[in-house]
C-alpha cells in the first residue's frame, strides 16, 4: 500500500519499509516512533483514495532512526567596489525515518 504525506512542510510518497530524510521532528530521539496524519492519498488501484485536503483516519506510523545534521551550505553575499562581503555557514537539522505502518 502507497500514501502520499506531509510531513515538515514536503509532501512524500511511501510505502512501508521506506527509508526518508526528513526535517528534524521536533522532541525526538532515536528510536522514538511518530504518527503521521496528515495523508493526503492512499491506497493503490481500484482503492486508490485522496483527501479534500486530507483524508480522515488515515494515518502513518514511523521509527525515528536517527537525528543528525545536514551539510553545510555557505551563504556568500558581495557588491562589487563597494567593499561588502558576508559570508554565513547553515546546516540544516534532519531526521532519518522509516515507515512502520501505513492504516486506513
Same mark, same amino acid.
Given at each position: 500500500? =502507497?500514501?502520499?504525506? &506531509?510531513? %515538515?512542510?514536503? %509532501?512524500? #510518497?511511501?510505502?512501508?519499509?521506506? @527509508?526518508?530524510? +526528513?526535517? =528534524?521532528?521536533?522532541?525526538?530521539? !532515536?528510536?522514538? #516512533?511518530?504518527?503521521?496524519?496528515?495523508?493526503? !492519498?492512499?491506497?493503490?488501484?481500484?482503492?486508490? =483514495? +485522496?483527501? $479534500?485536503? @486530507?483524508?480522515?483516519? !488515515? !494515518?502513518?506510523?514511523? *521509527?525515528?532512526?536517527?537525528? *543528525?545534521?545536514?551539510?553545510? +551550505?555557505?551563504?556568500? &553575499? *558581495? $557588491?562589487?567596489? *563597494?567593499?561588502?562581503?558576508? &559570508? %554565513?555557514?547553515?546546516?540544516?537539522?534532519?531526521? +532519518?525515518? &522509516?515507515?512502520?505502518?501505513? #492504516?486506513?
Amino acid at each position: 500500500m =502507497r500514501a502520499t504525506i &506531509k510531513t %515538515q512542510g514536503q %509532501q512524500h #510518497t511511501v510505502s512501508e519499509g521506506d @527509508i526518508l530524510i +526528513v526535517n =528534524r521532528f521536533p522532541n525526538t530521539e !532515536a528510536g522514538s #516512533t511518530i504518527t503521521i496524519t496528515d495523508v493526503l !492519498a492512499l491506497g493503490e488501484g481500484a482503492d486508490f =483514495r +485522496v483527501g $479534500k485536503p @486530507i483524508l480522515p483516519g !488515515a !494515518a502513518v506510523s514511523a *521509527k525515528v532512526l536517527e537525528n *543528525k545534521r545536514g551539510d553545510k +551550505v555557505i551563504v556568500f &553575499k *558581495k $557588491k562589487k567596489r *563597494k567593499g561588502y562581503e558576508r &559570508k %554565513q555557514g547553515h546546516r540544516q537539522e534532519l531526521s +532519518v525515518i &522509516k515507515i512502520e505502518s501505513i #492504516t486506513g
